[in-house]
């Protein structure tokens, strides 16, 4: 009789255990998956973010060439209002 229930306690125990392990092993899978989706998620942001900078770098240099070529531009203005300034003083001076 006594070993039939320390046969009984220990067969409990062992399912207990085995138990334990499946949900043990279920919650590091579950505690994987919430990794992965959480992961995959931060790197579509992360992507997102990429792609932001670089379109903004792009414009950031266009824009600076096209600032360029209008500070060029505006200084020929400038010359040639001079230059015209120039001539109409000469011409009024006669």
């Known amino acids: ?14 399912e207990r255990k085995e138990l334990q392990e499946k949900r043990r092993q279920e919650a590091i899978t579950a505690a ?3 990794t992965e989706a ?3 998620h931060l790197n579509v ?3 997102q973010a990429y792609m932001n900078q670089r379109k903004l770098d792009h414009e950031v240099k266009t ?15 400038i010359g040639m209002v001079e ?7 000469g011409s009024l001076a006669w």
Do not use: P
Request: hydrophobic fraction near 45%.
């Open 38 to 40: 959480l992961v995959d």
């Open 45 to 47: 942001g992360v992507a």
């Open 32 to 34: 994987t998956c919430l």
């Open 63 to 77: 824009l600076q060439v096209q600032a360029a070529q209008f500070a060029k531009q505006t200084g020929q203005w």
């Open 83 to 89: 230059n015209f300034n120039q001539a109409l003083k």
């Open 1 to 14: 009789m006594l070993s039939r229930l320390l046969k009984e306690h220990q067969a409990k125990q062992n």
